[in-house]
């Protein structure tokens, strides 16, 4: 249990990095104007493909494992 508790901090700091990661290689559809509330009705919905859908998926995974790990801190 010790030896989790001296590596979690790193484990933490992996994920965070790699979810950021992930996160920042994700291509988004929308322009800047979508943000601050202009019209974005030309801008059409595609599928995940290739990269983008392995991407997303990966990120969604590093974000439920960095839930966890930070749980897990919680508790102990």
């Excluded at 919905?45 to 998926?57: I, M, P, Q, S, V």
């Amino acid at each position: 249990m010790e030896a989790i508790i001296g590596f979690l901090p790193y484990i933490q700091i992996t994920l965070s990095v790699m979810l950021i990661t992930t996160i920042l290689l994700q291509q988004t559809g929308s322009s800047l104007g979508g943000a601050f509330g202009a019209d974005n009705f030309g801008s059409q919905f595609n599928t995940r493909r290739g990269l983008e859908r392995t991407l997303f998926r990966a990120s969604i995974v590093l974000a439920v494992l960095f839930a966890i790990t930070a749980f897990v801190a919680l508790l102990v």
